[in-house]
């Protein structure tokens, strides 16, 4: 099973970023999705997540309005739409799949948000 990443970099505030996670995995639309951030020295949070079927999502209070989790089960990929970015957003974004005591994990996507 992977997890795959991609999409983050360096943005300026107030500019936005998409990050996409493609999944390997052959029953994706069973797995609530989550995307996880790590900022150096800070534990890791939770940032936004979506249900398997994609009919219910929620967010961290630090980007809701700012940030939209979204998913393609007919491409097995979770997307998170970040805008209006904000320094303090800079950090590690992780893609989360969870299905019963199947819990995955992605190699995260470094995201700076700096003039």
């Known amino acids: 099973v992977q997890l795959v990443e991609s999409g983050g970099g360096l943005v300026q505030p107030g500019g936005s970023l998409r990050l996409s996670c493609a999944a390997s995995l052959f029953t994706f639309s069973r797995y609530d999705m989550s995307w996880y951030r790590q900022a150096p020295g800070k534990e890791r949070e939770l940032v936004a997540s979506?249900?398997?079927?994609?009919?219910?999502?929620d967010y961290a209070d630090s980007v809701k309005g700012r940030f939209t989790i979204s998913r393609d089960n007919s491409k097995n990929t979770v997307y998170l739409q970040m805008n209006s970015l904000k320094p303090e957003d800079t950090a590690v974004y992780y893609c989360?799949?969870?299905?019963?005591?199947?819990?995955?994990w992605g190699q995260g996507t470094q995201v700076t948000v700096s003039s």
């Open positions: 989360n799949a969870r299905f019963n005591w199947f819990n995955y």
């Open positions: 979506i249900t398997s079927a994609g009919g219910s999502t």
